[in-house]
């Protein structure tokens, strides 16, 4: 079974720091996806970036990379020179690969950090 | 513009009865989720749908019952609501490639059901 743990319940990081918000996770596939989710007060889910097993070189989009260590099977998300509009929850994911055209792999979740930025 | 719309936004009823939340997705996506996400925010999902199809129903009581009149909509029936059922609900859709698994999730903006 699926399995993501992400060991910081809370982070603080003082404006225009970076910060690495842990995850790491547990599967016997060799396909898999692993993704990062910001969560803001407001409530809504925002995609923020995605690595595949395969992929040899780590995943960034703007200010967020994400250090893959596949041996170590963690996915830690880095967000650099931080912003007040950056606190908020942010969730690692995972889903295997799909088996057959029609179905659904399940996305799932980690119990997600709470981020908060100092100014 | 909105990719996946649900609603209502907030929802609150009392024990017992009964109530829907609609979601529609205009992504051209050919699956689509319910997840709960519950008050310590950990989410989980409950249902699967491949155009149409039930694919994934996790142990869901069976008070909660989906409906996909076509691949677009993805509506949740819940009957004789109980406490523990307030949580917030969102609906998400994504497009599903056999053999892939980069497709992320696009994600409604939730509901919030509060059951008194």
């Known amino acids: 079974a699926q399995k993501i743990t992400q060991t910081q319940p809370g982070m603080f990081v003082q404006e225009k720091e970076a910060v690495t918000l842990d995850c790491t996770y547990d599967?016997?596939?060799?396909?898999?996806?692993l993704f990062w989710y910001k969560q803001p007060s407001s409530g809504e889910m925002i995609f923020l970036i995605y690595?595949?097993?395969?992929?040899?070189q780590n995943a960034t989009e703007g200010r967020y990379s994400l250090n893959f260590q596949k041996a170590r099977k963690s996915a830690n998300l880095v967000i650099s020179a931080s912003q007040l509009g950056d606190s908020a929850m942010y969730f690692c994911?995972?889903?295997?690969?799909?088996?057959?055209?029609?179905?659904?792999?399940?996305?799932?979740f980690g119990k997600g950090t709470k981020l908060t930025v100092n100014p | 513009d909105t990719a996946v719309s649900q609603t209502p936004k907030y929802l609150v009823t009392q024990m017992g009865n009964d109530k829907s939340i609609k979601c529609e997705q205009n992504?051209?996506?050919?699956?689509m989720y319910w997840y709960k996400q519950d008050s310590k925010k950990f989410l989980k999902i409950m249902f699967s749908?491949?155009?149409?199809?039930?694919?994934i129903n996790e142990t869901v009581p069976n008070r909660f019952s989906p409906k996909s009149p076509d691949k677009a909509h993805l509506n949740l029936h819940i009957n004789s609501l109980e406490l523990g059922d307030s949580a917030v609900y969102f609906c998400?859709?994504?497009?599903?490639?056999?053999?892939?698994?980069?497709?992320?999730?696009?994600f409604g903006n939730g509901t919030r059901l509060t059951v008194t």
């Open positions: 998400a859709s994504s497009q599903e490639q056999a053999g892939h698994y980069n497709s992320p999730l696009h």
């Open positions: 599967t016997s596939d060799q396909s898999y996806g």
């Open positions: 690595q595949g097993s395969y992929d040899e």
């Open positions: 994911a995972m889903r295997e690969a799909l088996l057959t055209q029609g179905g659904s792999e399940k996305l799932v």
């Open positions: 992504l051209g996506h050919d699956t």
């Open positions: 749908y491949n155009n149409k199809e039930l694919i």
